[in-house]
């Protein structure tokens, strides 16, 4: 027999009372007593309490928390992750009843507890269950007596449908086991009748016994008959197709409609009535195979639930009374219905929700049963759930909206070829994809890469064949467009793309490789473009940023102390962050997106589950994207003049520098002193890449290095053909320079000094130096060399995502329907109708670009009046380089003391981040802003405790938070305060050890002077390569004072003067198209539309902006994402 709980549990004969116990019973007077490390302080007890001697009065002994389930559960890893967990509490100790005790020992003999956790499984005894609940009157957990009703389908229905709950439509067929011929079924060919009620094939045909899963879905004749039979997964099977379609003659069954779903389920775990934990898992339904991760695990995709949906939880969890349950949702045709519930059931491997769920279980047990056993606990107050922070004028404010604009990670060198093609075949691939249409065509899909293919492949054997034939192409780009798509043996959109576009009267000047002799007529530019692809460290960069970014939202106090960027995670798991994340079209932005979004989340496993589920592939006429061959007039004319002094062979003269930086610029002078003589200059650059071929073809040349493999798989060959390219292109046959080559030299220089500098090749730096100092005047200088140019560019790319980020902060202060908690349902919330709005905008640098020149030069602010605004001014023109994951991110508070409709109601701060740090960053060199969110000047003196962001200087996120030991999470590390002059006050959550005192500015993201400058991926994440992944510089807050009224009057104005703009432009495009294309000059010139009116900006499919229907936190990606073209899954829910 057992010793009663009450004792066992207490501990004190086993050591020091503040160590917490996970008791084992083991039966007739046996306890097996494993101690766990306490990792928590006795917060709410004095410490006389804890020295108190061994006869301790019963009035405050530990709660005991009572696990009774089938051992195969109550040992299962998820029970074990949470219980783990659970015995954090200072007050709770766990016992686990032993399945003989359960099966064998009468109730009166099973071990006390003040808590049950107690659910059904086959073979469990549900009715001794129900007579210990009676005995001993525990807390219940999960409700005994509705565990027989959630064993009976028609009675989950039946609630269900009471609690006008959506489920699918159906009938229940009851047949008398003795004669089973005597039923209300009618059976036709390709439909059933059921009570009256008829259901057209295809409809599902479930046994009425929730523990039978012989679930089976018939189809019609029209799509071949059949059935296709569910089962409990055995091994990497869940069901298998049957040509038997008639409906099964014995037993009873509900006959239900099927649901068409895309192939996905959705499986909602709940933890109480607040709380959903939401994945997807390819339907049995589809093929029958489990799709499994590399671990052997079936492969889960994280979901975000929509308002509708998560009020549909709350019922289901308060319906069934089962605190912890499961249930399944079908998405179909915009709706949300509810097939199966199957009470008492955890997620499994997500280790963020078994941090969640023993917080939420250890939170309700003390809110219960603390008082009764006088123990000194306080009810946390959901403080962390209210996103207010201390803003830097000294008043407390909540955070309402985030939007980022967030430059692509580190990618393989990108690659172009131009050549101009007159042959039908090419003219009939135009037509057949609708180019005319627009005037222009792009191609990434694998049949369309195909089809170009099998046409370069044809051409090239008629010339082969005949020599002086009709075909103009030139055979050297025939052979390369081949091989380039030939390129891996096999195709995926996210590597390559050609784009071909009309001209109608042939290409309009010869540059230096075309012939003398022209031929009339018109022709198309085709341009193939390969490379660019996310590298592994790339990867890596976004998902550290993305957890990095998390501490920018307030919260983290209480039960999250000790873990950064828990307020984030907590607002999303309570339904309170309204999340979208959009992405431009090209495959390194969108994996860019999903590995941010991977570390924003704390989600686990691969990327492209969570692109298809949580990026929006903003393909939405140029939201996002932009096509970069087609130039504004104003762009050619700049790049024209750029050319032109850059091909001067002298030394930069006075009036130079007024030619090439009238705005002043530092980073630009100082490249310009580097350079000196740009012809020079480029003769160096030139001979240097003769240098680095020569040493690559001689490396080739040595067996030893002959089968070498570089960085991301590439081979010596491929870096050659790459060099050799540009070789071959950087000087013109006329011996001038090609200046638009210098971005890509600088590219590729960058990604081998920073991958492959295994290869010690010589003067890679002196090229790496002098190249860098050319596309530092070359790369921002394409996008306008005076104020106004900069701004003319700038809008041509930027105004619809203006346009977007605008309505974004109106949204904010306008009241919505989406993501919010129903008020009737928000007990326990203290602030159910706030919800931070976070907008994330993934693109390519000429976005970056564009976007902050129109906030440096668009008269946001007069640099004369305001200081701050100077000093921001000054940082941005010592930044030199708009690296990869280059940030912009604007922050909207709202002070809630003010009047509504006062101008200081609404306060915006302006941060900016150049992203990545480059290889030969010096020191020295770096610009220093001001520290992110730094006190106003005229605010210093009062300056309240500002303690609401984590610094992150000394944090590494792969060795803080390793995932092998997640139970020290909860540790708590003394708080070290570090005060700077001028800046806000910073809460450290670092280790003594790594004490941050004497820091020279408080930064978000770690710098390179107290981090190594790589954050070296941990071995579990399996990324290839053994390259240096630097570190990210730390955001610097541009401006803290602004009001709401303020940033909308800019962008308004911005879009206006744009729109005027934009009418001249196309009144003067009008006559450019012959009859045959006039279909769509809108789409011949999609990057001069700057400043469409919203409907125009709506692809015909859907509205652009999703924000006004209440939908889901996360849109999907829709079929525009290369990804999902080819991916072979078809993940993606409607909102």
């Known amino acids: 027999m057992c010793e009663p709980c009450s004792e066992a549990g207490e501990g004190q004969e086993f050591g020091d009372e503040d160590v917490p116990f996970f008791v084992v019973g083991r039966g007739h007077d046996k306890w097996d007593f494993v101690q766990m490390e306490p990792d928590i302080k006795h917060e709410m007890c004095p410490e006389e309490e804890m020295e108190e001697d061994e006869d301790e009065s019963p009035s405050e002994r530990q709660i005991v928390v009572g696990i009774c389930a089938m051992m195969k559960k109550s040992k299962s890893k998820p029970m074990t992750e949470i219980l783990e967990r659970l015995c954090k509490f200072d007050y709770i100790d766990v016992v686990i009843f032993p399945e003989e005790v359960i099966l064998e020992e009468p109730v009166e003999n099973w071990p006390r507890c003040d ?24 807390l219940l957990i999960n409700d005994l007596n509705m565990q027989y009703f959630i064993q009976d389908r028609r009675e989950v229905y039946r609630i269900l449908q009471e609690e006008g709950i959506d489920l699918p439509r159906y009938a229940v067929l009851n047949r008398d086991p003795d004669n089973p011929e005597e039923c209300n079924l009618v059976e036709a060919e390709d439909h059933v009748e059921v009570n009256g009620e008829v259901f057209h094939k295809p409809f599902v045909e479930k046994p009425v016994c929730a523990e039978d899963h012989n679930v089976y879905i018939y189809y019609p004749t029209s799509a071949g008959g059949g059935s296709q039979r569910l089962f409990r997964k055995i091994g990497s099977r869940s069901s298998v197709y049957s040509p038997e379609s008639s409906v099964r003659k014995t037993g009873s069954y509900i006959y239900e409609e099927f649901m068409p779903t895309d192939g996905t389920d959705v499986k909602v775990y709940t933890v109480g009535p607040d709380y959903a934990h939401a994945e997807a898992r390819k339907s049995p339904a589809l093929d029958g195979k489990v799709e499994r991760d590399s671990e052997g695990k079936e492969i889960r995709y994280p979901v975000m639930l929509t308002a509708m949906e998560k009020l549909v939880a709350r019922k289901v969890c308060l319906a069934f009374k089962q605190t912890v349950c499961g249930f399944d949702l079908l ?4 709706h949300s219905f509810v097939c199966d519930v199957n009470g008492f059931s955890f997620v499994k491997n997500s280790m963020k929700y078994y941090d969640d769920c023993a917080k939420v279980l250890g939170n309700m047990v003390m809110r219960e049963l603390a008082p009764q056993f006088h123990i000194p606990w306080s009810i946390p107050m959901e403080a962390e759930d209210i996103p207010i922070v201390p803003t830097t004028s000294g008043t407390m404010m909540e955070l309402r909206c985030v939007i980022a604009i967030i430059r692509h990670g580190d990618r393989t060198p990108k690659q172009k070829m131009k050549m101009e093609v007159r042959h039908p075949l090419f003219f009939e691939l135009f037509e057949r994809h609708g180019g005319y249409k627009s005037g222009k065509l792009k191609l990434k899909k694998p049949k369309q890469l195909q089809e170009v293919l099998d046409i370069a492949r044809m051409l090239l054997v008629e010339l082969g064949q005949h020599n002086d034939c009709e075909i103009e192409e030139k055979k050297s780009k025939l052979e390369q467009l081949k091989t380039v798509l030939e390129m891996y043996g096999h195709f995926s959109g996210i590597n390559r793309k050609v784009q071909l576009t009309y001209l109608r009267n042939g290409q309009p000047k010869a540059s230096s ?14 341009v193939l473009k390969w490379g660019g692809e996310l590298t592994p460290a790339g990867r890596v960069q976004a998902e550290e940023l993305g957890r990095a970014f998390r501490c920018m939202y307030p919260g983290g106090q209480g039960d999250y102390a000790g873990f950064p960027g828990c307020g984030l995670l907590r607002l ?10 959009y992405a431009s079209d090209e495959g390194r932005v969108q994996m860019t997106a999903a590995a941010f979004a991977k570390g924003l989340l704390a989600l686990e496993g691969e990327l492209t589950p969570i692109l298809v589920q949580m990026v929006k592939s903003a393909n939405m006429n140029g939201l996002l994207d932009s096509d970069s061959d087609s130039l504004t007039d104003c762009q050619q004319k700049v790049k024209a003049r750029l050319h032109e002094i850059m091909q001067k062979d002298q030394d930069f003269a006075s009036e130079s520098y007024e030619k090439l930086a009238p705005t002043g610029s530092h980073s630009l002078v100082n490249s310009m002193k580097v350079i000196e003589n740009p012809v020079k200059t480029s003769d160096k650059v030139y001979a240097l890449i003769q240098s680095l071929t020569t040493q690559i073809r001689k490396r080739l040349e040595d067996p030893k290095s002959a089968d070498l493999q570089l960085y991301h798989s590439e081979t010596l060959e491929l870096m050659l053909q790459r060099w050799s390219k540009l070789e071959r292109d950087f000087r013109m046959k006329n011996g001038r320079y090609d200046i638009s080559k210098i971005p890509d030299i600088y590219d590729c220089i960058k990604y081998d000094t920073q991958h492959n500098s295994t290869l010690t090749l010589e003067d890679t730096l002196e090229l790496f130096r002098l190249s860098r100092a050319l596309a530092d005047i070359v790369i921002p200088q394409e996008y306008g060399i005076s104020k106004a140019e900069k701004l003319d560019i700038a809008q041509a790319y930027c105004v619809p995502l203006l346009k977007k980020i605008q309505l974004d902060l109106q949204r904010t202060h306008e009241d919505e329907a989406v993501n919010k908690l129903h008020p009737l349902y928000s007990r326990g919330v203290m602030s159910p109708g706030r919800h931070v709005r976070t907008r994330l905008y993934f693109t390519s640098e000429s976005h970056v670009h564009s976007l902050l020149s129109i906030f440096r030069y668009g008269g946001l602010l007069d640099e004369e009046k305001d200081q701050q605004w100077k000093q921001a001014m000054d940082y941005l023109s010592a930044v030199t380089e708009l690296n990869y994951m280059t940030q912009i991110v604007i922050m909207l508070y709202e002070d809630n003391n003010k009047d509504p409709s006062s101008e200081e109601r609404f306060h915006v701060e302006l941060h900016f981040s150049p992203g990545v740090k480059g290889c030969g960053d010096d020191e020295e060199n770096i610009p220093l802003g001001f520290g992110f969110r730094p006190a106003s000047s005229e605010n210093e003196d009062k300056k309240p405790n500002q303690g609401s962001l984590e610094d992150l200087s000394q944090d590494q996120p792969d060795e803080a938070l390793p995932l092998s030991d997640p139970i020290n999470i909860q540790k708590k590390s003394p708080m070290i305060r570090n005060r700077k002059g001028g800046s806000m006050e910073v809460l450290s959550e670092t280790l003594p050890t790594q004490s941050s005192k004497g820091s020279t500015s408080h930064r978000l993201f770690p710098t390179s002077s107290r981090h190594s400058p790589e954050i070296k991926p941990s071995s579990g994440l399996g990324f290839e390569g053994c390259s240096m992944v630097p ?27 744009s729109s005027e703009a934009h009418a001249k432009t196309m009144k003067a495009l009008s006559s450019l198209f012959d009859s045959q294309s006039q279909t769509s000059l809108y789409g011949l010139q999609q990057t001069l539309s700057s400043s469409e009116s919203e409907t125009s900006l709506q692809p015909p499919s859907q509205p652009l902006w999703h924000g ?28």
Request: proline share 7%.
């Open 115 to 138: 808590c049950l956790i107690s659910f059904h499984s086959k073979g469990f005894p549900l009715d001794k269950a129900v007579a210990y609940a009676e005995l001993r009157n525990p």
């Open 331 to 334: 998405r179909a045709n915009g």
């Open 513 to 526: 490789e075309e012939e003398d002799s022209k031929k009339e007529g018109p022709s198309l530019l085709l």
């Open 572 to 581: 999303h798991s309570t339904y309170r962050h309204d999340l979208k994340i």
């Open 1031 to 1057: 570190s990210i510089y730390p955001l610097e807050t541009l401006h803290n004072l602004l009001s709401l009224k303020q940033v909308e009057e800019f962008l308004n104005k911005v879009c206006e003067s």
């Open 1108 to 1135: 006004s229907v209440p939908s889901s936190a996360v849109s999907s990606a829709g079929p525009s994402s290369p990804v999902t073209e080819n991916s072979g899954m078809n993940f993606s829910f409607s909102e």
